[in-house]
C-alpha cells in the first residue's frame, strides 16, 4: 500500500479542456510516466519494458484498478460547467472560486499556492487556465490525488 499521491501537469493553452486532459493522458502514458503497480516500491512504468502497450490493457491489470496510476491517467473528463464531480473526473476552477481564493478571475502561476487547496479528494482533479502578464490565456495547470 502506497498511499495517495498528488500530482501536476501544465500543457500549453487551447480552448477545449477536454482536448487538452486527452493530450496530456496520451504523452504521460506514451512517456510512462505513472506508477505501474508492481513490486514493493513504486517507481514510474518507464522502468519496465512490459509494461501495458495500451490504456485499455492498463486499467483492465487488476493492480491498477485497485491502486490507480497516482497521475493523470486516473482522471478520464474534464466536467462542464454546472456538473457535480464525480470519481475521476476533473472540474475547472470557477471564476468565483478564483476570485475568492486568488483574489483575480485571470489566474497566473503565482496563484498557484492559492488554488492549490481547491484539490481536496483523492480520485478528482481540478484545472485551471493561467493567464500571461498581459492576462492572455496561456497553459492549463491540471493537479489533484490518486492513488491507494
Known amino acids: 500500500m502506497v498511499g495517495a499521491s498528488g500530482w501536476s501537469y501544465f500543457v500549453a493553452y487551447q480552448p477545449d479542456l477536454d482536448a487538452a486532459l486527452d493530450a496530456l493522458r496520451d ?3 506514451a512517456e510512462g510516466d505513472y506508477w505501474w503497480a508492481r513490486g514493493e516500491i513504486p517507481s514510474s512504468a518507464s522502468d519496465y519494458p512490459n509494461r501495458p ?18 497521475s493523470i491517467l486516473d482522471v478520464y473528463r474534464v ?10 473526473t476533473v472540474e475547472p476552477v470557477s471564476p468565483a472560486e478564483a476570485l475568492r481564493h486568488a483574489g483575480t ?6 496563484h498557484l499556492a492559492a488554488i492549490e487547496g481547491l484539490a481536496e479528494q483523492r ?6 487556465v493561467l493567464h500571461d502578464a498581459q ?14
Open 27 to 29: 504523452r504521460t502514458f
Open 53 to 70: 502497450a495500451t490504456m485499455e490493457e492498463l486499467f483492465n491489470d487488476e493492480w491498477v484498478q485497485e491502486s490507480g496510476t497516482h
Open 79 to 88: 466536467l462542464d460547467e454546472g456538473e457535480r464531480p464525480e470519481f475521476g
Open 105 to 110: 478571475e485571470r489566474l497566473t502561476r503565482e
Open 123 to 128: 480520485w478528482f482533479g481540478r484545472c485551471a
Open 135 to 148: 492576462g492572455k490565456p496561456e497553459e492549463i495547470y491540471f493537479w489533484g490525488f490518486s492513488g491507494d
